[in-house]
């Protein structure tokens, strides 16, 4: 049926769902429909762990991750190192990592990075804590998990600088080859980067 307009409950859940990042309109259409189709199993639970995290998922004033808890649960952990601090640019990049269990310290979330394009600069993200984090005895090291883009390393750069007068070793994540991956199908920057990146055998 051509020129046909849906409810106006049913325009507010595709106008919401449409901004999420990765869904356009066309696809929120799509993802209502679906969830119009399986109410019980998906709509209903759907809206109840929305409610349930709107009122208790906070931010951790200490790093900067979502959790029920704050401070969350990784920064109350007494078995993680207190001495490094692991910056990353967003949550998503601390859950990442979590998954790997490849970080035994504590994090700091910048909340993205410096873009001269975006209007972002040092303010707008949380270096001033990490600065007041690393000026602290116990912290030895600061490893940059940061993105290997432009604004990326930009930003590596700058909280460099702002730390150099902290008692505080200063460590990127090496960017390269990825596990199982193949050369013919990298890019020349990720070759170049492992190459650069090279160590001892």
Known sequence: MSGH?????IEA?????SRLPGLGPRSARR?????LKKKEQLLRPLGRACEEAA????????CGNLDISDPCGICNNPKRASEVICVVEHVADLWALERA??????YLVLGGTLSALDGIGPDQLNIKKLVERAEKVEIKEILLALNATIDGQTTAHYITDALEYCDVEVTMLAHGVPVGGELDYLDEGTLSAAVK???PF
């Open 101 to 106: 269990s490849a970080i035994k310290g504590r």
């Open 197 to 199: 990146a090279r160590k």
């Open 5 to 9: 307009k849906a409810g106006a409950e």
């Open 31 to 35: 993802a209502t429909l679906h969830l």
């Open 13 to 17: 859940l595709i106008q919401i769902l």
């Open 55 to 62: 009122e208790k998922i906070q931010t951790c004033n200490q």
